[in-house]
């Protein structure tokens, strides 16, 4: 059986790299990682690997600089921060194991 979720992803990104943009939003359960892809489907958007990986790099550069501050805030921050590198590096390990 196909998976037709991830059809609907590339076609949903071609549409979109053709600057159809919102006018072919698919109908998916928001927040889906999809491993095959590397993309997630959110809020009717597919968000590519490359932004995926750019945001793991933010979280992860963002932690780097605020975990040895002197300030309580900036630990706070730096925690936050840690979770979603984290949260991020989980869900691309999990799509690993799929292959």
Known sequence: MPDNKGREALIHSLAQSMGMGDAQKFKTTTGRY???TGTI???GRVISSATV???KNYF???YNKLAEMDDE???QMATLYEVAKEAISIMLDSGKGND
């Open 60 to 62: 992860t550069s963002q």
């Open 41 to 43: 489907m959110s809020n």
């Open 53 to 55: 990986i750019q945001a």
């Open 73 to 75: 805030g900036a630990k």
């Open 34 to 36: 999809n491993s095959e």
